[in-house]
């Protein structure tokens, strides 16, 4: 459909991290007003605040674009893509179309500065500029202590989120979208490259399907088949978990729709586990409001008594060996070949991962949260750098730095069976298997020496 000549000069829905067309106040707003909407997706790659993608996550991006530009064209409209820095792309964008209005979902982290330049000098051009909530079921300036500081720890955190409540329900998408009479030209996902050149994402293509169609269906999937499995999430092996974390990092599903669906009827033995999860959803949000009030977590320790640790430089080879699995401890190796192959790992062995690498192997958690920012489908801006913090102890409420995860024991408790050790390292029983690169023993002594000259350098 396109817009009749007397309609309202046309509107731009920029998207980012929300690549959905049902609950997404933005474009709702803007078909609202009436008239043509142009619907922008700009690859940022330049501006500060912003941190380029990794390459999992350019090839979920790319994925999800297509499938966003075809919901938006069954709707009437046409996907613009655009590359840029934001502050001369969408001016830019405005003065080509002659638009009237703009409007975006909020972004939380260093790239708010950003928009909110933008607000400031399109709003002085005679622009309309609205934003909105659509990431987080709480905006992080909504929930801080009672002296306005924020939290630092979760659970005080997340009940006071509860205790707030959940604004409103889902928004339908739109019946339609009306299109300029001209559609502006933009470039083709060809021309950005996102897939990697080397095919190491055919296992990306095996377990994923990107798009807003195959989250609501995960979502269904684990809300009517999973969730009563949710009280096992610590074992690898067993389906236990949503796989939802792709899909809320691009936005593709929005929280309200995951905190909705769980309020709906679920079976007894599901319901009984409905809160575990939705506290989970509340450990993201948590992260959010780390990164709004320190949006260097990912360069900086949230704690600067680490700033004084004794990290080890030299250890290339061992960070080699840990990044393709190649340790000889076979949880981690099961954990980095799966991270690798799939684009995922399984949250108890993110910990122990990590763990490994930056206990035992002394290696800065800065260098880990790196290789998984690279390898995530789910890479997220907030909850990489501050669950890396977590494990390390450098973070908010994190897991104190002396509690040291033994992998062997870790899996001896949540890989009984081995199911998941043994898919990942088939070779695990043979003689071809690696011998442990370090002793797990020695490398904890080590540790917690490590951490002594951090808390004698802290004392002085
Ligand atoms: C070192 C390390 C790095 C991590 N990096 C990321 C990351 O980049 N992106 C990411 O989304 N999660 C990250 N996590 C958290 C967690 O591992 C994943 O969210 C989870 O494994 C995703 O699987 P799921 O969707 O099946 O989880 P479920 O258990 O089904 O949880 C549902 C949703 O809750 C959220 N969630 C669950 N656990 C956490 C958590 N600990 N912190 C924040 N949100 C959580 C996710 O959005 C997830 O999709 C990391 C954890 C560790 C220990």
């Excluded at 500065?113 to 000098?121: F, G, P, S, V």
Aim: with cysteine; net charge negative.
């Amino acid at each position: 459909m396109t817009a009749p000549q007397n309609s309202p000069a046309p509107a731009i829905v920029w998207l980012r991290d929300d690549l959905r067309v049902a609950d997404n106040p933005a474009l709702v707003a803007a078909v609202e007003r009436g008239g043509a909407v142009v619907v922008l997706y700009l690859l940022d790659e330049v501006s500060a605040g912003i941190r380029p993608l990794g390459s999992a996550s350019r090839w979920w991006l790319h994925h999800s674009l297509e499938s966003l530009a075809s919901a938006i064209s069954t709707l009437g409209g046409q996907l613009v893509l655009r590359r840029g820095a934001a502050a001369e792309e969408l001016p830019r964008l405005v003065a080509e179309l002659d638009a009237g209005a703009v409007f975006w979902n909020r972004r939380y982290g260093a790239s708010r500065d950003i928009d909110a330049a933008l607000k400031l000098r399109l709003r002085a051009d005679g622009v309309e500029v609205q934003s909105f909530q659509a990431s987080l079921l709480f905006e992080p300036w909504t929930v801080t202590t009672g002296d306005g500081n924020p939290y630092r720890v979760f659970t005080p955190f997340w009940r006071a989120c509860l205790s707030r409540g959940v604004a409103r329900s889902p928004l339908s998408e739109p019946t339609a979208i009306t299109a300029p009479r001209d559609t502006p030209a933009g470039d083709t996902l060809a021309d950005w490259a996102l897939l990697p050149t080397r095919d190491w994402s055919v296992g990306l293509s095996e377990k994923w399907s990107p798009g807003e169609d195959a989250a609501h269906d995960a979502l269904e999937h684990f809300a009517t088949d999973i969730l009563e499995n949710y009280h096992r999430r610590d074992e690898p092996g067993v389906e236990s978990t949503s796989g939802l974390s792709p899909y809320l990092r691009f936005g593709e599903l929005s929280p309200l729709q995951v905190w909705h669906r769980l309020q709906a009827p679920l079976i007894p033995a599901a319901q009984k586990n409905a809160a575990h999860f939705l506290s989970e959803i509340g450990w993201r949000e948590f992260n959010w409001n780390i990164l709004y009030f320190s949006p260097e977590l990912h360069t900086k320790n949230y704690r600067p008594a680490f700033d004084a640790f004794p990290w080890r430089t030299d250890r290339e080879r061992h960070l080699r060996a840990w990044k393709h699995g190649r340790t000889g401890i076979p949880l981690v190796d099961a954990g980095m070949r799966e991270l690798r192959q799939s684009g995922v790992m399984h949250n108890r062995i993110r910990m122990v991962t990590a763990s490994f690498l930056i206990k035992n192997l002394l290696i800065d958690w800065r260098v880990g949260e790196a290789w998984f920012w690279d390898t995530l489908v789910d890479a997220d801006e907030a909850s990489n750098p501050a669950n890396w913090q977590w494990v390390a102890g450098s973070g908010a409420d994190a897991a104190p730095y002396f509690r040291v995860f033994n992998p062997l024991l870790q899996a001896e408790k949540f890989d009984k069976q081995r199911r998941y050790v043994v898919r990942w390292v088939p070779e695990v029983d043979s003689s071809d298997y690696a011998k442990p690169i370090v002793d797990l023993k020695l490398s904890r002594q080590d540790a917690l020496a490590a951490y002594d000259v951090m808390k004698a350098a802290e004392a002085r």
